[in-house]
């Protein structure tokens, strides 16, 4: 017993070819259309656009993040000024102050001349 293979060899390639064939049969037609394969991908553009969409949403933020100081720091200026006219202007209770009469203020205090006009 010098060898120690199969016997036969042929049918076990035989074997091979039917599982083979078998599992072909088993997997399940697509359904729908088949789609086309995707175009190439040029990475380079990829990464270009995505460089510049990170680089955009960086500038987003910093813009959104000097507004958000920009209010904390008006609004504190605000009611520094509103309590300081109400106590030099209505410190005796006897007048109420409109709405109206604090956005005049408010503006001709805070917001340029040449800003007022576009808002109007």
């Known amino acids: 017993m ?6 036969g ?12 064939e078998q599992a072909e049969q088993q997997v399940p037609a697509p359904r729908g259309p088949v789609l086309p394969p995707p175009p190439p991908v040029d990475y380079g553009v990829f990464m270009q656009g995505l460089v510049q969409a990170m680089q955009t949403q960086a500038h987003t ?5 000097a507004q958000l100081e920009a209010q904390i720091v008006l609004h504190e200026r605000v009611d520094v000024w509103w309590a300081s006219l109400l106590h030099t202007r209505f410190e005796d209770g006897a007048i109420d102050v409109a709405s109206d009469e604090f956005v005049r ?8 001349k040449h ?3 576009r808002m109007e």
Do not use: C, H, N
């Not at 042929?10 to 083979?20: D, L, M, S, V």
């Open 105 to 112: 203020l408010f503006r001709a205090k805070f917001i340029p």
């Open 61 to 65: 933020q910093a813009a959104l993040q």
């Open 2 to 7: 010098a060898s120690r293979g199969r016997r």
């Open 9 to 20: 060899g042929a049918p076990a390639r035989e074997g091979e070819q039917r599982r083979e």
């Open 115 to 117: 800003i007022q006009d």
